[in-house]
């Protein structure tokens, strides 16, 4: 069964720290991954893309890293901002060659950056 | 500016009654689709479409209705509203996934929070 499932449900942190979040996928065959922030009472909004072939990709204070072999993804933040506070959710697309990969959502990690 | 619009983006509703939320973009895109978050569940898909009049159901159809009778116009019915369909709805556009287009970013519109009493 294809799932993408996250960790932690929920993480507190001091605003200027890093944290990593966690995301694991079944999806068979896979075609990439995208981690997307939610902020509250709004629509998600993507943060970067993987295919099979990327291990790293930044987006200014985001970096996420994959590893396609063990079915793993990570979401790095550095030096975190009262304003990365928001859901991050993981979503993997699988690959049904021609026609519409169809996609799968993790649950979301809720993140808190206290001042 | 480029963006998917929903409306209404707040709505309180009594049971069986039927409402509409409607749905658009300005980005020319094929494909189209509703979502439903509730909390500890994440983003379910409800209903989907790959263009103009070809739609499809998603994981969580039962009790809505779609139409794609235009390009940008993307509206979710619910015919007799319940309680369990209180909930947050989304709505999302992407170009159509093609072989050398696979990694086609899905745009999220603002939300619609729907209260049914």
């Known amino acids: 069964k294809n799932q993408v499932e996250q960790s932690p449900q929920s993480l507190i942190i001091l605003e200027g720290k890093n944290c990593t979040l966690q995301c694991n996928y079944t999806v068979s065959p896979f075609s990439n991954l995208r981690w997307y922030k939610q902020d509250t009472g709004r629509g998600p909004v993507s943060l970067t893309i993987?295919?099979?072939?990327?291990n790293t990709k930044s987006n200014g204070r985001y970096t996420a890293t994959l590893d396609a072999d063990t079915k793993q993804s990570s979401l790095h933040i550095t030096a975190s901002q009262l304003s990365d506070s928001a859901s991050y959710i993981c979503v993997v697309r699988d690959d049904r060659g021609s026609t519409l990969g169809r996609l799968y959502f993790g649950r979301g990690t809720q993140l808190t950056v206290w001042p | 500016e480029a963006q998917v619009t929903q409306n209404p983006r707040y709505l309180i509703t009594v049971t069986g009654k039927k409402l509409t939320v409607t749905c658009s973009q300005n980005?020319?895109?094929?494909?189209m689709s509703w979502y439903r978050q509730d909390p500890g569940l994440g983003l379910r898909q409800i209903y989907y479409s790959m263009n103009v009049e070809v739609t499809d159901k998603g994981d969580v159809p039962e009790g809505y209705k779609v139409s794609r009778k235009e390009k940008r116009n993307f509206p979710l019915i619910l015919e007799s509203p319940s309680p369990n369909q209180t909930s947050l709805y989304f709505c999302?556009?992407?170009?159509?996934?093609?072989?050398?287009?696979?990694?086609?970013?899905?745009?999220f519109g603002p939300g619609t929070r729907l209260t049914v009493l």
């Open positions: 993987m295919t099979f072939s990327e």
């Open positions: 980005m020319n895109h094929e494909y």
């Open positions: 999302a556009s992407s170009f159509r996934q093609t072989l050398s287009r696979s990694y086609n970013e899905q745009f």
